[in-house]
Each structure stands twice: as C-alpha cells, then as structure tokens.
Nanobody
Framework: QVQLQESGPGLVKPSQTLSLTCTVS??????????WSWIRQPPGKGLEWIGH???????DYNPSLKSRTSISRDTSSNQFTLQLSSVTPEDTAKYYC????????????WGQGAQVIVSS
C-alpha cells in the first residue's frame, strides 16, 4: 500500500517561498508510468492541480502558477518537493500530494493534506 505524507511550515509570510515535501512509502517515485503531483484546495473552493513530476524527473505545471512553481525530487529519500514563490494570501489552501497513473491519468493515492496559511 502506497502512502504519501506532506510536511512543511503551516504559516508563510507574503512574498516568501512556500516549501512542502511529500514523503512516499510503500512504493518508489521512480516507478515507471507514474506521476507525482501537487494539488491544492483554497477555503471554499475546488481542487486546483499545481503540477507534477514524472518518473524521468520531467515536470509539468499549471500555466496559471508556472512562473512561481518548482517541483523537484530526491530519489534517495523517496521524496518530492513543491516550491511556490512570491506567495500572497490567495495561496492559502490545503496542499495535497498524490500519485497519478494510467491513461487518461487518474489519481490513485493521496496524502492527508497540509494546511498552509499565508499571512503576515
């Protein structure tokens, strides 16, 4: 059973960089045909896909967030990381990491989510 767990600061000041790590257990982030994603849900709104990193390390981002987003990975620790720069209060949300596979891609495992508040 694959398990994902988000970790990182719960409070970030405006203009700073939000950084979250997802630790994967029960499976490898280098498994073929998998993508490792970040998704968020602002208060009272729907889910928003932020981006993902694939088996080869290639990345893809939501165009609306691309200029501020970076997703990287540490294969030795079986972790992948989200960095979102120049945050504003509008980036306040619950952030989830999840795995995707199949065609069309669908989510199969999710973390429990990490609440991040952007406030001074």
């Amino acid at each position: 059973q694959v398990q994902l767990q988000e970790s990182g600061p719960g409070l970030v000041k405006p203009s700073q960089t939000l950084s979250l790590t997802c630790t994967v257990s029960g499976g490898s982030i280098t498994t073929n045909y998998y993508f490792w994603s970040w998704i968020r849900q602002p208060p009272g709104k729907g889910l928003e896909w932020i981006g993902h990193i694939g088996t080869s390390g290639s990345t893809d981002y939501n165009p609306s967030l691309k200029s501020r987003t970076s997703i990287s990975r540490d294969t030795s620790s079986n972790q992948f990381t989200l960095q979102l720069s120049s945050v504003t209060p509008e980036d306040t949300a619950k952030y989830y990491c999840a795995s995707q596979t199949g065609w069309p891609l669908k989510y199969d495992y999710w973390g429990q989510g990490a609440q991040v508040i952007v406030s001074s």
